[in-house]
C-alpha cells in the first residue's frame, strides 16, 4: 500500500483531491475487475427479465451504472473496508468514517456520453456532513477514454457546495458553465483519485475503442440522513473514535435489504 503523507493531506486541503497512481495491488485490481463484469451480469440478466434494453441510465452493451451492490458480492466488503480505504478515510475525514455508496461505471467503447461540470454533493437535494469520492479506474484513463477533469479549489473559486442547475434533458446536475478545462486525469489502471464532494469535476466520452471501466466509493464523517431522519443509501461505520471496523459478515449482508439496480432519483 503506498503511504499516505503530510502533503497528500495539504494538496487535499487546499485544492480539494489528490491522485495515486497505480495504487492498488494485483490482486485488488483484479478483484474490482471481476466485481466490475459481475455487476454487469447482475444489470443484463435484470433487463433480460424486463425484456429491456435499458435500465435506469445503463443501456445494454453501451453504458452501466451499477450502485449499491456490495454486499451481494462475496469480496466487496473487505475492499471496502481495506487498509487503503481506512487509510484514505482517516486522511480526510478524521476519527469517524461512514460508507455512503459505491458503484460501477462503465462507458462502452464509442460511447459520446459525457458528464458536465458538478459536485458529488450537488447530486443531494439537501446540505451534508463532509463526505469523499474515492474513484479508482479499472482501466488505464486519459482523454481519449473518458476520464475525469477536476477543478481545484483556486481556480473553481469557492470550496463550497454550489447550487447545481438540473438539465431537463438528461437529468444531470451542473454546478459550473465556465471556461477553465479543469486539471485532466491521465493515470494506469488502479490509481487512486480522492475527491471532496465539493470539488467541481466532470468525465468526457469514450472515443476509444475499449469500455472505460471505475469503480467509486464514498465516505462521510457523519451519516448522511434524509430530511425526514432516514438514511440515504448506506451509513456502515468504517472508522470510529479512530479505530477501523470490520466489514459486515457474510450472514450480515446476506440479511441486508436488497437495494435497487439503478438511481430512481
Request: aromatic share 8%.
Amino acid at each position: 500500500m503506498q503511504s499516505l503523507t503530510d502533503e497528500h493531506a495539504q494538496r487535499f486541503r487546499d485544492h480539494g483531491y489528490f491522485v495515486l497512481p497505480g495504487a492498488l495491488s494485483a490482486d485488488d485490481l483484479a478483484l474490482l475487475r471481476a466485481a466490475c463484469a459481475w455487476a454487469v451480469g447482475v444489470v443484463d440478466a435484470a433487463m433480460d427479465a424486463a425484456g429491456s434494453e435499458r435500465l435506469g441510465l445503463s443501456l445494454r452493451d453501451r453504458r452501466y451504472i451499477v450502485p449499491l451492490q456490495h454486499k451481494r458480492h462475496p469480496r466487496l466488503p473487505g475492499f471496502l473496508y481495506s487498509p487503503l480505504m481506512v487509510a484514505l478515510c482517516r486522511l480526510a475525514l478524521g476519527r469517524d468514517a461512514y460508507l455512503f455508496l459505491e458503484q460501477f461505471v462503465v462507458k462502452g467503447a464509442g460511447d459520446g456520453a459525457a458528464l458536465p461540470w458538478h459536485q458529488d454533493a450537488g447530486y443531494l437535494p439537501f446540505s451534508s456532513p463532509p463526505y469523499i469520492t474515492v474513484w479508482i479506474p479499472l482501466d488505464d484513463v486519459d482523454q481519449d477514454n473518458g476520464t475525469l477533469a477536476l477543478l481545484p479549489y483556486g481556480r473553481a473559486g469557492t470550496r463550497e457546495r454550489v447550487d447545481h442547475r438540473l438539465d431537463p434533458a438528461t437529468g444531470e446536475r451542473i454546478g459550473y458553465d465556465g471556461d477553465d478545462p479543469g486539471e485532466l486525469v491521465c493515470a494506469p489502471a488502479g490509481s487512486v483519485v480522492l475527491m471532496s464532494s465539493t470539488l467541481l469535476h466532470r468525465s468526457g466520452p469514450n472515443r476509444s475503442a475499449r469500455p472505460r471501466r471505475a469503480f467509486l466509493a464514498q465516505y462521510s464523517a457523519a451519516p448522511i440522513l434524509a430530511p425526514d431522519g432516514s438514511v440515504r443509501h448506506f451509513a456502515d461505520p468504517v472508522l470510529r473514535a479512530g479505530r477501523a471496523q470490520p466489514p459486515p459478515t457474510a450472514a450480515a449482508c446476506a440479511q441486508a435489504p436488497a437495494m435497487p439496480l439503478f438511481w430512481s432519483d
